[in-house]
């Protein structure tokens, strides 16, 4: 055994490194925990509908439970993309989703409490708690693309502008063409806040997972 071996500043140092591997994963899941929490503020997807007669575009926001347009009071801009929809078969907006949207609140809070769980109770198992954290992201816009592809390619043979118009998938993100009108659908700042928070608990898992797996050199 040399001296950088039995050297107390190194033993020091090597303490003081595990007291942050032990505490690091608690803190990335509680800032997780917190964005997750907050993203329910901020819209999680957006589109953008350009027509001819809205220059200017109609514009939807999409939140976890509820849609907007862009807080013009002139214009309620999600009624408006919603009777454009009418006119060439699709569904109504406000009846999609609404068993996820019934859930989405109590969903994400339920996350956020199972995030502090697992920052606090140290147990193997624990881990699979975070899952649905992990998961969510990926989850919203999979239930997003199934929503639109289900809207577009089901649309009603009687609407007074059925025969200009074929089924069609919508884009769920990036630019598309629907007969004469362009979207452009994008993610928005909630979904990042969400994606962020999945990355910072798939962080602290995987930390924790080492720390427990690799044993600690004997000084």
């Known amino acids: 055994m040399n001296q950088t071996d039995v050297n107390p500043q190194n033993a020091v140092s090597t303490q003081s490194n595990r007291r942050v591997l032990a505490w690091l994963p608690s803190l990335l899941l509680l800032v997780a925990a917190i964005l997750i929490l907050a993203s329910i503020a901020f819209p999680y ?46 569904q109504s907006l406000y009846d999609a989703a609404s068993f996820e949207r019934s859930i989405a609140l109590p969903g994400v809070i339920a996350m956020a409490v199972f995030l502090v769980v697992i920052a606090f109770w140290r147990r193997r198992w624990v881990w699979i708690l975070g899952i649905p954290a992990l998961a969510f992201p990926f989850i919203f816009l999979g239930d997003l693309a199934y929503w639109l592809n289900n809207y577009g390619q089901n649309l009603d043979p009687y609407a007074p502008l059925s025969s200009a118009i074929r089924p069609f998938t919508p884009p769920i993100l990036g630019e ?21 928070a999945a990355g910072l608990v798939l962080v602290a898992l995987l930390i924790r997972f080492v720390t427990r797996t690799v044993p600690a050199k004997e000084s």
């Open 45 to 90: 997807w957006g589109l953008v509908l350009e027509a001819p007669q809205y220059p200017g575009g109609l514009e939807m926001r999409v939140f976890v439970n509820y849609m907007t347009g862009d807080e013009d009071p002139q214009l309620d801009e999600v009624h408006e993309i919603d009777g454009l929809n009418h006119y060439i078969g699709m």
């Open 176 to 196: 598309g063409i629907i007969g004469q009108f362009k979207t452009v659908a994008y993610v928005n700042t909630g979904w990042y806040m969400a994606l962020v």
